[in-house]
């Protein structure tokens, strides 16, 4: 291959062409990460692939290049991709555009929420490559709209992420369908046994790529917690907003009521700031996202759901105003910033009641998260009352004239309703 000084080398030296190399050099890329150093060789030469890591690793271009170089611009469909979730399916798709540039490849993306006479116009171009949800994947297919038999390359984006919210019937009818010779990917944050099963399968002697070694992406990310009640939650991000000034940053609710109420009470503020959930239209949602990409939102308020495949290299910081219950989300909340190598900052709101939830993250990260003191602000909750942290699973002796635990009672065990704030 004729080399190029002003390409990406290192690249190149994995066997990536020089119209793949000049898009590569657009984007910024000039070494590859650890993903794309290993399924990069294996994905060239055709091999099926299973495939183990993180979000914000590089993993769309790890299997998106092999996959475009391999796809002949005169020939008809050659690749399907699915992904979880129609903000992932759009994001996915955007990413492979911006590595195919000038090359000719088509590329369309299908997914819910967008009218059905709009996807099948696009089909009717005859795209190379199309990525979608399951659910509209399946629909397009039984309205005749898309043929999957002849395809090429067959991946699966986030294939755990699919299993969890229910996608394993339209997955297995899916693969059934390709009756060509083909090469298979599987991309995953995790495997389990499911997964392994599913790739028996539909692969053949996939060569296991794993570079997450158990070890979760936030080595980048700086990692702090502020106690706060739920009444001072405002309070505490809009003096943080103010003192941190992220040039973008996202701000995690556990609930779409949540995410509205305080997306309001910014703007009402004087903050500037943009929510997604799952309550939006589809195109307004589209436009969001485009937007938040573009630079042009500072703050987005979102639930976990809406935010689920946010590739955006610039977000700086991640305010989890509500710690979730699951530690999972927790990771995949923070790993939107600090990404492709950069560093973060996410800063978790944390209530007296939720030491638990954060006990749970430190064991999933394996490290404590620091608690930050900010100046100025004081949670309306006892001073000198700590984090309330389960307790180790040794019973601990009672000692001689403590007070007894308080009698279990029906008004106890009903408490009041509250009304409930923010």
Do not use: W
Not at 81 to 87: D, H, N, Q, S, V
Not at 241 to 262: C, G, M, Q, W, Y
Not at 339 to 355: C, K, L, N, Y
């Amino acid at each position: 291959m004729q080399k190029h000084s002003d390409l990406p080398q290192a690249f190149a030296d994995l066997g990536i062409e020089v119209r793949f190399l000049k898009a590569l050099r657009t984007m910024g890329f000039q070494t590859p990460s650890d993903i794309q150093l290993a399924m990069l060789p294996p994905a060239l030469e055709g091999k099926d692939i299973l495939g183990q890591a993180r979000t914000g690793t590089g993993k769309t271009a790890a299997f998106g290049l092999p996959v475009l170089q391999g796809i002949d611009p005169g020939g008809r469909l050659q690749a399907i991709c699915l992904a979880p979730t129609r903000e992932l399916a759009v994001q996915v798709t955007a990413e492979l555009q911006r590595l195919s540039a000038g090359t000719g490849i088509h590329l369309v993306s299908v997914y819910g929420g967008q009218k059905i006479a709009t996807q099948a116009h696009q089909l009717g171009k005859k795209p190379h490559f199309v990525v979608g949800t399951p659910g509209r994947v399946m629909d397009m297919m039984q309205r005749g709209m898309l043929n999957i038999s002849d395809a090429r390359f067959v991946i699966l984006d986030e294939v755990d992420r699919m299993l969890d919210i229910g996608f394993r019937d339209d997955i297995r009818r899916i693969l059934s369908c390709v009756k060509s010779e083909h090469q298979t990917i599987f991309v995953s944050a995790t495997l389990d046994e499911e997964i392994t099963r599913l790739s028996k399968r539909y692969m053949t002697d996939p060569v296991e790529v794993n570079v997450s070694k158990d070890r979760l992406t936030v080595d980048n990310v700086d990692q702090s917690y502020v106690t706060a009640e739920r009444r001072d939650k405002f309070r505490l991000l809009r003096i943080l907003l103010e003192r941190e000034n992220p040039d973008v940053s996202i701000v995690f609710t556990n609930t779409k009521h949540i995410a509205h109420k305080l997306c309001k009470k910014l703007y009402e503020a004087g903050i500037e700031a943009t929510e997604i959930h799952g309550d939006l239209m589809q195109n307004k949602r589209d436009r969001v996202m485009d937007q938040f990409r573009k630079g042009h939102i500072r703050v987005l308020v979102a639930t976990d759901l809406a935010a689920r495949g946010i590739d955006v290299s610039s977000v700086t910081h991640i305010f989890n105003y509500d710690i979730p219950a699951d530690p999972e989300i927790y990771v995949h909340r923070i790993g939107r910033t600090a990404r492709m190598g950069a560093r973060g900052v996410a800063i978790t709101f944390v209530s007296r009641e939720e030491g638990k939830e954060l006990t749970q993250v430190e064991a999933l990260i394996n490290r404590e998260v620091t608690q930050r003191v900010v100046d100025g602000f004081v949670s309306d909750a006892p001073k000198e009352e700590p984090i309330s942290r389960p307790p180790s699973r040794t019973e601990r002796p009672v000692e001689e004239g403590a007070p007894k635990a308080p009698v279990r009672t029906l008004a106890a065990k009903f408490p009041t309703r509250r009304r409930r704030r923010m």
